[in-house]
């Protein structure tokens, strides 16, 4: 007993360590752990160790005396964006049609750590059980951003295409947890819950177009506004970083009616996470000093992020083939994983920004700048529910006693239906439709004492088609935060709004995701494990 309380002290420990950037947010793909990784996420039903808290905590009673394990995912996720040419009427005189070179992230490989422990307490049958770890997602993207060229010209390829969408993002999202389940022997039904923190650390960089003028004052007679958006004039680069943390749970059951099967489910609730912090704004050249002279100015910075969270709903039906002494030579589980995700329909900042900008038109004792508020921004998401099957298994080829394999083999796929609507595509959380294949593998040694110390070893691959957007089809448009009728301040400006159609509003049906989408992970995933 002395030595499991060690054991957990130390688990204990590792936990409040591991609390690192290397847990990330995002939208998921199957499945996080080692093991569960190389049988292609189908272990619900099965799973036999700590890491039952995030799958289904009901089968933690299956743990004897104490369980931890380690896990680090190591993710190379190659994504792709290669935007549509765009044309720049903002000179009518000399049209430009730009190309624009592919992009890629450029943060590769991501890894992230997971830590979980669990214990019997005494004879009872009840086992509990604390963890920490993030979801199964990439959470760090960058992509190029290069310094604006004043000497470009129409037969040039541009980088940074994506930059109106994504320039950079480091996403957190950490779950530390406890739980507990109960096993009720006279019906072989196990319950189990888990409490958790979703904690959330975001640093999100993008490019807006920081044009406020009326959007229907012509230069020369000929040039609108929206035919100057994206202007490298205009081009502001902006940081948000915001972090949060809600309470949540995950409910668990694991029903065994017989030695060759089980059953087992969970449900995690949806929940918001609500996040606070600051924006940064990083003025383009032509304007930077007015900025440093104190023309151009931001008053006051805070910022708050929602995001919302969807059910997450699993299901596995596992299948034990036993011989001799009930020996276990394989096992195959059919698993399904719901995740309503059609509850997230757009990023809400809603912020309290105030901007200071020169007022070009003051004279004699006017006053020769003006606040502008900026609106709160809603970045449109649209995410549609999304199913993925899952079937894997094991095969003990090699056994230390009829209880205990020495060497276990695993084989598992996956499909998986899109959360991203094409129309909406983006590249910092893209869910397109996944294919994936995986293998894996354990090599146990049984010590005298009974114990078992394993280490476990996953490789996934995760194939998706692309995803491409022709002209007219895109409709994450361009953020253009700072045109007036966006935030009226003046009995004029509302007068003048009143008469805007919102379809002519800057940056309306102007998309700035258009192009042709590529998405290929290959994960590796090892893990230590000890059982006593």
């Known amino acids: 007993m002395a ?143 290069p310094p604006i060229r004043d000497d470009r010209s129409g037969d040039e390829s541009l980088d940074g295409g994506q930059r109106y969408m994504i320039i950079e993002q480091d996403v957190i999202l950490f779950y530390p947890s406890i739980a507990a389940a109960w096993r009720f022997d006279d019906i072989n039904l196990s319950l189990g819950i888990t409490g958790q923190l979703a904690v959330t650390m975001i640093d999100y960089n993008i490019a807006i177009d920081g044009s406020h003028s009326n959007p229907t004052v012509r230069a020369n007679g000929s040039v609108t506004v929206r035919d100057q958006l994206e ?138 700048f003006f606040v502008r508020e900026l609106p709160d921004l809603r970045l449109p998401k649209q995410y549609r529910d999304s199913v993925s099957i899952r079937l894997g298994g094991e095969f003990h080829p090699l056994h230390h006693n009829p209880e205990t394999p020495r060497l276990s083999l695993r084989a598992g796929g996956f499909l998986e239906t899109a959360a991203t609507r094409p129309e909406y595509a983006h590249l910092d959380f893209l869910s397109p439709r996944r294919i994936g294949t995986s293998v894996g593998a354990s090599w146990n040694v049984l010590h005298r004492s009974g114990a078992v110390s394993s280490i476990d070893v996953g490789f996934s691959m995760i194939f998706s088609p692309d995803i491409v957007l022709q002209e007219g089809e895109g409709r994450y448009d361009l953020l253009v935060p700072l045109w007036i009728c966006g935030s009226p301040q003046t009995d ?36 230590l494990s000890h059982r006593w």
């Open 231 to 368: 202007s490298e004039t205009y081009l502001t680069r902006t940081r948000l970083d915001v972090s949060g943390a809600v309470p949540t749970l995950i409910l668990g059951a694991l029903w065994e009616p017989h030695p060759r099967f089980a059953l087992g489910a969970s449900w995690r609730p949806r929940f918001t996470v609500r996040s606070s912090g600051t924006i940064d704004v990083e003025f383009p050249p032509d304007l930077r000093g007015l900025s440093d002279d104190g023309s151009i100015a931001i008053l006051n910075d805070d910022v708050r992020l929602e995001i919302n969270f969807p059910h997450v709903v699993r299901l596995g039906a596992l299948y034990r083939h036993l011989g001799a002494e009930d020996r276990e030579h394989f096992n195959v589980e059919l698993a399904g994983v719901y995740e309503g995700w059609s509850v997230l329909e757009e990023y809400v900042v809603r912020t309290d920004v105030q901007v200071q900008l020169p007022n070009l038109a003051a004279h004699g004792d006017q006053d020769p």
């Open 492 to 527: 004029a400006e509302r007068e003048y709004c009143d008469t805007v159609a919102p379809e002519d509003a800057p940056g309306v049906g102007q998309p700035v995701n258009e192009g042709r989408y590529q998405s290929h992970m290959n994960i590796f995933s090892v893990g």
């Open 3 to 145: 030595h499991a309380s060690r054991l957990l002290v130390c688990s204990l420990l590792l936990v409040a360590l591991s609390t690192t950037e290397a847990f990330a947010a995002g939208f998921t793909f199957p499945e996080n752990l080692t093991r569960a990784m190389g049988r292609g996420g189908a272990w619900i039903a099965g799973v036999d160790d700590a890491s039952a808290l995030y799958l289904n905590p009901g089968a933690l009673t299956r743990i004897e005396r104490g369980s931890l394990l380690l896990n680090v995912n190591i993710i190379d996720h190659d994504l792709r964006f290669q935007r549509n040419p765009r044309e720049d009427r903002s000179n009518p005189l000399n049209p430009l049609s730009f190309e624009y070179d592919e992009v890629r992230n450029e943060s590769r490989p991501y890894i992230a750590p997971m830590l979980f422990g669990g214990m019997r307490v005494g004879d009872l049958p009840l086992v509990l059980a604390t963890g920490i770890y993030g979801p199964s997602s990439v959470g760090r993207l960058r992509f190029p951003d």
